[in-house]
């Protein structure tokens, strides 16, 4: 197959997901025994049937469910989220200036993971069942098993209360104000503005909610590409290039690597949806304004629009990630595309 | 095919000796042979037993009531040789506490997964025996499932059902069988067509033995590990949605409510939520380190790989 139609397979195959994540979330907030009007009108006016008969209607609850998704569907379509109950705002507004905090944390803590990850994961491959290999072992294990919520309180603890190496919570320290909205993204919008203390703030308030949030996915590449590695250095191809005589570091460096870490591309798919799920820990703890932070406030009051938006996005966010993965894997090995 | 009867039913535990191979060992021998070599496994084993030992005894070592175990008089105490782990807030003792945890997240994690498993292999069993629509259909559901970061769908069905350690429970299993469904029906695909099978059939097994007796246990090994580390992963799932107040409401000793509870004034006694972490940790470490162990035991090459 060629490139094109296996790119073209690969989206429309995304559009009946995308639509199954819509059903699906729909379904999650009707099996809810709490009745929404509850959130919706005061305590004083839920005594009032005409109130309550009133709010129905306009929030279209009283409409049968399949008529009420095909308007939740369509709604989406153009945008519309709907209205969270408690701050009555429109929720799309609020995803808008949510998610590039989210994404903002997500690129910096996979750049760390792989950063971290590839060269531990290498260095566990060569030195296989010695003690090089038992540590990064080891350092896997624990970023695999750590709770999140936990390295982030403590991480805060020691970098920031005790030490003062790092700043605390949020995106910016807090005598600064955000930059003028752009992109959303403060580095990019700090150099536009051409506020580079904006920048440098910005950027010192990620480094410890990027590497506790890339504590999980650390574990993952360096078990992902160790296991990737072993399994190339033990190929025909890598013991033809030993027997005629190339150095140690060549075979490595030319065979065994550049083979090696293309299966750990597809885990990277996968180790995203592990970022977005710690991300709704990590920004709790951070004061991280981003979509995570806000799902679980939102989930706190059950304010559905907001959780039902919020984790609409998280999905789709996933889903594109793991289409992009899929696409890139197929670019890198022809064989896939079959 | 020919339809199943109901009286076939035998529950799909892993039973070890239901492949019988002529020669050597079976698989699930050699692999515990190969486990006890295993160091990493061994030192998982070794933390679990310790704390199953713990959450079995921790009644009768630390007879513990929630409610009358506060001393106000002994508020936010640092570890001390009457306290080792310190007190909390409300005078209550950090490692009483932390080891009641022991017998909510342990068992908890256990139950969802196995739950999550069963679920998930009658699914994938279903599906990629009956193949056709039936497997198409059931197997875009799982699809659907796996769509969906982790905690974050479940927190979205906690926050609908409502904040208790059930509904967490419920959450977890309902994000967490898909993986299965997928596996056992990979396992079942690969294996439906070999000779074996066939033979079974010709000589009149009926299909869904076919199924239990002689495929799911061909698929025992991968199911085994991912279950071991699932464990793991699901006690950090049900302490996170704990920790974010969707799981057991105060006063339980559940460890993530009680890092939440720590959370305000962990500067000031940081014994609070540093053992309840330590506990997460190590519970968590062990159960990887014995699906890590498991993993390299059951790999015929030898190799550990992943």
Redesign the interface.
């Known amino acids: 197959m060629n490139l094109f139609s296996f790119i073209t397979r690969r989206v429309l195959v995304t559009i009946p997901l995308l639509l199954g994540i819509t059903l699906l979330l729909f379904a999650i907030s009707r099996i809810g025994g709490a009745d929404p009007i509850a959130f919706i009108v005061s305590e004083r006016a839920a005594n009032d049937p005409a109130i309550v008969a009133a709010a129905r209607e306009k929030w279209g609850l009283d409409r049968p469910a399949p008529e009420q998704y095909l308007r939740y569907v369509t709604n989406l379509a153009r945008g519309d989220f709907g209205l969270g109950f408690t701050n009555k705002r429109p929720v799309a507004e609020d995803l808008r200036q949510f998610t590039p905090a989210t994404i903002e944390l997500a690129v910096t803590a996979t750049l760390f993971a792989i950063l971290l990850g590839v060269p531990l994961g290498v260095i566990a491959a060569l030195y296989k069942d010695r003690w090089p290999d038992g540590v990064a072992r080891f350092i896997s294990l624990i970023g695999v098993s750590m709770p999140v919520f936990w390295l982030a309180l403590v991480g805060l603890e020691i970098f920031y209360a005790r030490l003062n190496w790092l700043p605390g919570v949020g995106r910016l320290d807090t005598s600064m104000t955000a930059p003028p909205l752009v992109t959303g993204f403060y580095v990019v919008d700090g150099l536009l503005a051409g506020r580079l203390d904006i920048v440098r703030s910005n950027l010192s308030h990620l480094i410890l909610p990027s590497l506790v949030l890339g504590a999980f996915g650390m574990g993952l590449i360096t078990r992902m590409t160790r296991s990737s590695v072993l399994e190339v250095l033990q190929m025909d191809y890598v013991r033809t290039a030993r027997a005629k005589g190339l150095s140690e570091w060549r075979v490595i460096n030319g065979h065994a690597l550049r083979n090696g870490l293309i299966p750990v591309v597809t885990v990277i798919g996968l180790l995203f949806g592990g970022l977005l799920s710690g991300a709704v820990l990590t920004e709790t703890i951070f004061a991280w304004p981003g979509l995570g932070r806000y799902v679980v406030q939102a989930a706190g009051i059950r304010d559905y629009p907001a959780v039902m938006g919020a984790t609409l996005v998280i999905a789709v966010m996933f889903v594109v990630v793991n289409l992009a993965v899929d696409i890139l894997y197929g670019v890198l090995d022809p064989r896939i595309r079959a | 095919m020919a339809t199943t009867t109901p009286t076939d039913v035998t529950p799909p535990v892993l039973p070890s000796a239901a492949m019988a191979r002529p020669a050597g060992p079976s698989p699930m021998r050699r692999a515990l042979r190969l486990l006890r070599r295993n160091k990493?496994a061994v030192a998982g084993l070794v933390i679990l037993a310790l704390w199953l030992v713990i959450a079995a005894v921790a009644p009768i070592i630390a007879p513990y009531d929630p409610l009358q175990d506060q001393n106000l008089k002994a508020r936010l105490q640092p570890p001390s040789a009457q306290y080792p782990f310190g007190t909390d807030d409300l005078g209550r003792d950090v490692f009483k506490r932390v080891i009641h945890g022991a017998r909510i997240s342990i068992p908890a994690g256990i139950i969802v997964v196995l739950a999550a498993a069963a679920i998930g292999i009658t699914y994938g069993a279903v599906a990629g025996y009956m193949g056709g629509w039936t497997d198409n259909i059931l197997m875009?559901?799982t699809?659907?499932?796996l769509?969906?970061?982790?905690?974050?769908?479940a927190?979205?069905?906690?926050?609908?059902?409502?904040p208790n350690l059930r509904n967490a429970a419920i959450a977890a299993i309902a994000v967490t069988w898909a993986e299965y469904a997928r596996i056992t029906r990979g396992q079942i695909l690969a294996i439906k067509n070999q000779e074996y099978v066939g033979a079974a059939n010709a000589v009149g097994v009926p299909n869904l033995r076919v199924m239990l007796r002689h495929i799911l246990p061909n698929a025992q090994a991968p199911l085994l590990v991912k279950i071991t580390t699932d464990i793991?992963a699901v006690i950090?799932l049900i302490?996170?949605l704990s920790?974010?107040?969707?799981g057991d409401p105060p006063p339980s000793p559940e460890w993530?409510a009680m890092?939440a509870l720590a959370?305000p004034k962990?500067?000031a006694a940081?014994w609070t939520?540093?053992f309840?972490?330590l506990a997460?940790?190590t519970v968590?470490?062990a159960f990887?380190?014995l699906g890590?162990g498991l993993r390299d035991a059951f790999d015929p090459r030898g190799?550990?790989?992943?």
């Open positions: 990493t875009r559901l699809d659907l499932m769509a969906f970061p982790l905690i974050v769908l927190l979205a069905i906690a926050a609908v059902l409502g793991g950090l302490a996170g920790f974010l107040g969707l993530g890092i959370r962990f500067s940081w939520g540093t309840p972490g997460i940790l968590v470490m990887n380190f890590d190799q550990s790989h992943q």
